[in-house]
């Protein structure tokens, strides 16, 4: 497996800088790298850390040439670095076995070629899975739920009735889609269960982290559009309608009918009331509370969550808070001196 950097800087189609014949045992980053690594600095700032890092070389953009130590130049260092490490870490191929026999699959389910179906997952009635799904132990697939092509479903995925999901779509472990919604009426003291004859739709090319949920809709879809990333620990309610290429980062919970447009981000733990829109292109910063409509192309944080210049001008003024208390404080000292004048004058 060890390579030399000659071999390495062949590998990745980059300029070697230095001996071709340094032997290469592993890839590291700058923190973790030992001798014999190879490591990589991205940019300027961290070349300067190199003095202090053990590796036999590191991978550099065109923009950085380090000193003293023998480096490659590429024109994506993380692409390339990323082959590197694959060469070294090869990832383990699944096991290509087909369908378990220890699986519970109904008669009425429709499976395309090439699926592979792992031990304990169960597959409902008239589910239809297409070619080149991989799911993983412990899936439940309930009835009527529709699965594209080179789908992968990780352990533990739930797919409630009537799931649909597109191709090429990523589910990490513990997701639960379809799942009812939040959505009661109070009669007469209780808190009665509304309508939950909705779906949850996927499009084409989403990834769902583990242990995310998104909520089946009151009587229509609950949608994500293509290739929108989800990540670990996100709550989408019922009715919200996902936007494409949208980034939701960990934590982050949109309440019901909630609709997002095309490229919208948000950080993490950000909070999303329902029925409003957040227009295309859109960026919601860390712990956003979202509690109105968001324009398009706008950056919005704080909470409540208001847009960026105005939230920085609140964080100004907060930050002379203590000098203006003081000030105050002198303030009504003088104006208590002056009060006693006057008192003494009458």
Known sequence: MDLALGDIANLVGGQLNGDAGI???????????????????????????????????VLVPPDVTPAGVPFVTVSNVH??????????????????????????????????????VYPTVTIGDDVQ????????????????????KNVTLYPNVVLYENTVIGDRVIIHAGAVLGAHGYGYET???????????????????????????????????TSIGEGTKIDNLVMIGHNCRIGRHNLLCSQVGIAGSTTTGDYVVMAGQVGVRDHIEIGDRAILGAKCGVMNSVPAGSIYFGYPATADREQLLKQAALSKLPEMRKQFKVLQKQVAELAEKLKDAA
């Open 187 to 221: 009669i007469d003291g209780r808190h009665i269960l509304s309508a939950q004859l909705g779906y949850v739709s996927i499009g084409d090319d989403v990834e769902i982290g583990a242990g995310a949920a998104i909520d089946r809709g009151t009587y229509g879809p």
């Open 79 to 116: 692409a390339s670095f990323a082959k590197i490490v694959e060469h070294f870490r090869p990832q383990t191929n699944h096991q290509s076995y087909g369908v378990s026999a220890a699986a519970h699959i109904s008669q009425s389910a429709k499976l395309g070629r090439d699926v592979v």
């Open 23 to 57: 032997p290469i045992t592993g890839a590291a980053i700058i923190r973790d790298a030992n001798v014999g690594d190879i490591t990589l600095a991205d940019k300027a700032q961290l070349a300067s850390q190199l003095a202090d890092c053990r590796a036999a070389a």
């Open 129 to 148: 899975i297409g070619e080149g799904c991989i799911i993983h132990p412990g899936v439940h697939i309930l009835a009527g739920s529709r699965i594209g």
